[in-house]
């Protein structure tokens, strides 16, 4: 017998789980991707902030703004958005109730804590069948997690930054690096982003891609650009 504590609710499953829904098909924000130099490993993306208030990004749980690594991991993760809302799991406990050695109570940390993904977004938390039992979400998030961390070992992902704000009507070019690769040379990949934003007080996921959206199946985010479109 599997029992869960709270997300107890008296007519929706898990209504009482703080979820948020991040939107990820607005275009009043456009994101280009810049080819990443990989013998320096410099990188860069512009916002195009078309609406006219001041935009502010920020992580998800203590995670950076916006995040650079292989363009179908960010196809990915802004899948895993619109299918799935944000739900930190605060003080979940599952109980295992096993016949040979009685309960044992397994406390699942806040999610965002023990994020691998920098856009503190996805990750591998659970072993992805493991997660697909308690939580749909949690395993499609750690098959992702899997994908980022190869890409992370490569050398092919690049944090940038914590916060950043872009005016409004107005083009911003961010900078990063990519980390360090644990073995080897950096082999070249098509590059995505994904930055999450909030405006008017809503908090939105944005993708763009160096070569445009990969054919990964599924859903796709129409506020996105290829390198090149923006003004600097």
Request: hydrophobic share 40%; aromatic share 6%.
């Amino acid at each position: 017998m599997i029992a869960t504590t709270g997300v107890a609710s008296a007519q929706i499953p898990g209504q009482n789980v703080p979820a948020q829904v991040f939107p990820v098909d607005d275009t009043s924000i456009q994101l280009a991707v810049n080819e990443p130099n990989i013998e320096t490993g410099a990188v860069s993306i512009t916002i195009q902030n078309n609406t006219a208030n001041a935009l502010t990004c920020t992580g998800i749980g203590g995670g950076p703004a916006a995040t650079v690594t292989r363009d179908e991991i960010v196809a990915l993760g802004v899948d895993h958005w619109a299918r799935y809302p944000y739900a930190p799991f605060q003080d979940l406990e599952i109980d295992l109730q096993l016949p040979s050695s009685g309960s044992i109570s397994l406390p699942i940390p806040d999610l965002p804590d023990q994020m691998d993904v920098d856009l503190g977004s996805v990750t591998g938390l659970l072993p992805g069948s493991l997660g697909e039992l308690f939580w749909p979400e949690i395993g499609n998030a750690a098959e992702i997690g899997t994908a980022y961390g190869q890409a992370r070992r490569a050398g092919q992902v690049a944090v940038l930054g914590d916060s950043f704000t872009v005016p409004a009507n107005t083009a911003r070019t961010v900078t990063g690096e990519l980390g360090v690769l644990s073995q080897g040379e950096r082999q070249d990949f098509s590059a995505g982003a994904i930055a999450t934003c909030v405006v008017d007080g809503q908090r939105y996921i944005f993708a763009g891609y160096e070569n445009g959206r990969p054919d990964i199946g599924g859903g796709s985010s129409s506020g996105s650009l290829n390198a090149g479109s923006l003004g600097s």
